[in-house]
C-alpha cells in the first residue's frame, strides 16, 4: 500500500490492474471503431454493428479509467468503485474484452479493490524471519 497526495492510502495493485484494464479495453474499442468504418463502405449494416461495439468499447474503457481515478483519489469508495469495475469487464466481453487481456484485468483489480481494507498491511508482515 501507498499514500496517495491527499494522504490517503489505496492499493496500488488495484489502481495499476484497473488502469492497465481500461487501456486495453479502450484499444479494443478504438480498433473496432475503425474496422467497422471499415466494413462501412462495403455494409453499412454490419460496419454499424461493430462501430456500435467499438463505442461501447471506448466507452467501457473510459468508465474503467474513472474507476481506477475513483481508486487512486478515493480509496474508502473502494468497493464501490470495485463492483463497477467487475460489471464493467463483463460488459467488455462483448466488445472482446480487451484482447480477453483485460477482462481478467479488470475482474482481478476489481477483486483487489472490493478486498481493499484501508490500514491493513497484507502481504507486507515478513514475520519472524
Do not use: C, K, Q
Not at 494522504?7 to 484499444?27: K, M, N
Not at 474508502?76 to 480477453?100: D, E, K, N, P
Amino acid at each position: 500500500m501507498a499514500e496517495n497526495s491527499y494522504g490517503d492510502e489505496f492499493s496500488v495493485l488495484a489502481v495499476v490492474l484497473v488502469l492497465l484494464a481500461a487501456i486495453l479495453i479502450f484499444l479494443e474499442g478504438l480498433a473496432l471503431l475503425a474496422i467497422g468504418s471499415a466494413i462501412g463502405s462495403f455494409s453499412p449494416t454490419l460496419g454499424g454493428a461493430v462501430s456500435a461495439l467499438g463505442f461501447l468499447g471506448v466507452l467501457l474503457g473510459l468508465i474503467l479509467g474513472g474507476m481506477a481515478v475513483v481508486l487512486y483519489r478515493t480509496p474508502a469508495a473502494s468497493r464501490i468503485a470495485g463492483i463497477v469495475v467487475m460489471l464493467g469487464s463483463f460488459l467488455s466481453l462483448y466488445t472482446g474484452g480487451g484482447f480477453y487481456l483485460g477482462l481478467v484485468l479488470g475482474i482481478v483489480g476489481g477483486i483487489v479493490a472490493i478486498l481493499f481494507e484501508p490500514g491493513d498491511d497484507v502481504g507486507t508482515d515478513l514475520g519472524d524471519l
